[in-house]
Antibody, heavy 117, light 107 residues
Framework: EVQLVESGGVLVTPGGSLTLSCTAS????????MTWVRQAPGKGLEWVGR??????????DHAEPVKGRFTISRDDSKNTLYLQMNSLKTEDTAVYYC????????WGQGTLVTVSS | DIQMTQSPSSLSASVGDRVTITCRAS??????LAWFQQKPGKAPKSLIY???GLQSGVPSKFSGSGSGTDFTLTINSLQSEDFATYYC?????????FGGGTKVEIK
């Protein structure tokens, strides 16, 4: 059974930094492309970015609103995906989900990040 | 960026009804389209990939069709557990983009 468990969401002040983690099990993490999607309170879904598997380069792409501030990375030895978030803004307040694959076949339960003074 | 437009944004239906939701892409995306279901307070769940492929474990009353720019999600024999918000997403080109969602409510 595929399981994705996100963690790290907290209340942070504007301009602050935070790293989210997503621990995966039930599939071959090493071969999987992984994606982050977020959802602001009461709003729709927004793609944040994705990272390829290392066997095809392991590169990441990020959405324009977070480019230069957020970085997706992975540690295949720990089956863990990360989202490093810097220079946080109030508009980054959202539930952050990690998902498997480019088409998001499986989702974690999400972790809430609140950016507020 | 490719814009995904869903219609309607909400609808009311009765148990047993057949429901159709439409998703239109601002440019052709072949069949690189997925559909998701989200219930209040829960994570989204993948229903359809490749415009018409049913995810494992998803009931066959859900079906998807379309190619290019116009797509539909059909739910046959609506049941209480199907009342939720549905999203389409294109994964043809970056940035990946979602439709605004369709909330299916009980009439």
């Amino acid at each position: 059974e595929v399981q994705l468990v996100e963690s790290g969401g907290v209340l942070v002040t504007p301009g602050g930094s935070l790293t989210l983690s997503c621990t995966a099990s039930g599939f071959t993490f090493t071969d999987a492309w992984m994606t982050w999607v977020r959802q602001a309170p009461g709003k729709g879904l927004e793609w944040v970015g994705r990272i390829k598997s290392k066997n095809v380069g392991g590169t990441s792409d990020h959405a324009e609103p977070v480019k230069g501030r957020f970085t997706i990375s992975r540690d295949d030895s720990k089956n863990t995906l990360y989202l490093q978030m810097n220079s946080l803004k109030t508009e980054d307040t959202a539930v952050y989900y990690c998902t498997v694959g480019l088409r998001s076949d499986y989702w974690g339960q999400g972790t809430l990040v609140t950016v507020s003074s | 960026d490719i814009q995904m437009t869903q219609s309607p944004s909400s609808l009311s239906a009765s148990v047993g009804d057949r429901v159709t939701i439409t998703c239109r892409a601002s440019q052709g995306i072949s069949n690189y389209l997925a559909w998701f279901q989200q219930k209040p307070g829960k994570a989204p769940k993948s229903l359809i990939y490749g415009a018409s492929g049913l995810q494992s474990g998803v009931p066959s009353k859900f079906s998807g069709s379309g190619s290019g720019t116009d797509f539909t999600l059909t739910i046959n024999s609506l049941q209480s557990e199907d009342f939720a918000t549905y999203y389409c997403q294109q994964y043809y080109s970056y940035p990946l983009t979602f439709g605004g969602g369709t909330k299916v409510e009980i009439k």
